[in-house]
């Protein structure tokens, strides 16, 4: 299972962003992982193994926000868990670590329609047609969807960028 290693990194970081929840994401992860292992005998037949990884991923973090022990609120935890360091001074780590926290916060106000199809696209590098298979749902559709959520996570940006 090289791909999922592979992919590993980048799917914690997109489930985070789906669940809200670091610890989550890592138990979301997991059993994507056991799902994939499971199936690992049938992938010949796979087109995109990323995107399958990552739709199996998804389906894993769907299935764990239906359980009902975990459908308490849970604080955003480990926002800093995906800052980098980027060689910046404390000051523009503060504030890329602040810009970051308002973009997932943001992504945690899309719909759920929205916020599937944005890491679909954005972190499991799925075409519109891959996501509106997934989807079960029309490409015009996903694109409708995909339009809303970059409106608003450009309004984010942008009302930061005028309050600075």
Not at 94 to 117: C, M, N
Request: aromatic share 8%.
């Amino acid at each position: 299972m090289r791909a999922f290693n592979e992919a590993r990194t980048e799917l914690v970081s997109t489930l985070f962003f789906f669940l809200g929840n670091y610890e989550d994401a890592l138990d979301a992860v997991q059993e994507a992982f056991i799902k994939c292992w499971r199936t690992r005998d049938g992938l010949d037949e796979v087109n995109n193994l990323r995107g399958w990884i990552f739709r199996v991923g998804l389906n894993a973090a769907k299935d764990l926000q239906r359980n009902a022990w975990r459908r308490r609120a849970r604080p955003l935890s480990g926002s800093n868990v995906l800052v980098e360091d980027k060689g910046l001074s404390p000051l523009k780590s503060l504030e890329e670590r602040e810009r970051q926290d308002r973009l997932r916060i943001a992504l945690l106000d899309l719909r759920p329609e929205e916020k599937e199809v944005f890491l679909l696209r954005q972190n499991a590098s799925l075409t519109y047609e891959e996501i509106a298979k997934v989807r079960r749902s029309p490409v015009g559709t996903v694109k409708t969807q995909m339009r809303a959520a970059l409106s608003k996570l450009r309004q984010v940006l942008h009302d930061e960028e005028t309050s600075d």
